[in-house]
């Protein structure tokens, strides 16, 4: 097979974790005979600083054209990084939102699930956490509050600003169907977080998940409310298996369902839209205090790259096996300073890659 990936390494620790992910990508293509190029282009805090925009029309055409985009972490800090001094729009997180949207990625996937091998990393009782959970995020990601109309004016002498959160029937239904067909291939069970005790949205997205659900007779549906989402996800998350969502709310549940593993270092994403284009990336940021120093985890962006094997590319058995090299690799008990615990074997982003590769 033959493919070629947009790489966006991106900020912080983005370009080590990456080549970690190419550098086992390589062993894959070598090993099943496949032929995977690589375009290499800028987004984030580094476009910013090469053409002052953080991301440039060529990203985007390169990004288009190409079968799908491996993406490591985009940001500075937000306190420190002159990055910040600039208008919004200008920021590195901008360009992010706009290869988002102008690929058509609606449907972002956030697994979060409890590593056996890791289970001391969880900051949950062990009693709450007794037999493990694995759940599915599918949070919708080209509508809502962040692409809506906002401004900021002054109005009888004083600023007042203004954000909108609109969905449209279609944006709904692409998402919830999305959501639906995921939980089909998992444990059949939806829980469609929303505010629809406040929201008119939120009404909207509750009529289009309950119209839906006669789609989908074997899939229990559950409505829940995002506040008591947030507050059951650390009070059982075994409850979950597919959680779907709108944007912002996605946002803020899939940090919170990514803590509580413990392991946000291990944690892969897919932003995914109708036919097997995709972008892939780790669920955690960049990480500007450790970049360069080779302590970095890169099994997150690893597992995003078995993804891109597995959805855009059609590739299981590929996917399969470097999920499998990892997992003997934490049996071997390496580990990297995120994800270390009492009698482990410290490793750094380098060997942690040579490891897996090692492995396959
Ligand atoms: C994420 C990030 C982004 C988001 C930021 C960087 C704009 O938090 O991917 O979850 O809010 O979508
Ligand atoms: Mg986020």
Known sequence: MEK??????????????????????????????HTFTYTEVLMGGASIDAHGVPITQETIDIAKSSD??????????????????????????????????????FANLRPAYLYNELKEACPLKPEIIEGGFDMMVVRELTGGIYFGARETKEIDGQLVATDSLAYSETEIKRIVKKAFEIAMKRKKQLISVDKANVLDSSRLWRKIVNELASDYPEVTVEHMLVDNCAMQLVRDPKQFDVIVTENMFGDILSDEASMITGSIGMLSSASLRDDSFGMYEPSHGSAPDIAGTNKANPIATILSMALMLRYSFGLSKEALEVEQAIEKVLQQGYRTVDILSKDKTLVGTKEMGDLIVANL
């Not at 080590?16 to 190419?22: G, M």
């Not at 600039?86 to 992010?96: H, S």
Request: charged content about 25%; hydrophobic content about 40%; overall charge neutral.
């Open 4 to 33: 070629n990936i947009t790489i966006i390494k991106g900020d912080g620790i983005g370009p080590e974790i990456v080549d970690e992910a190419i550098k086992v990508l390589q062993a894959i293509a070598k090993k099943y005979n």
């Open 68 to 105: 799908s985009v491996l993406l490591g972490s985009i940001g500075g800090d937000t306190n420190t990084s002159p990055w910040y001094q600039l208008e919004p729009k200008l920021r590195p997180e901008a360009g992010l939102l706009t290869i988002r949207k102008e690929l058509g990625l």
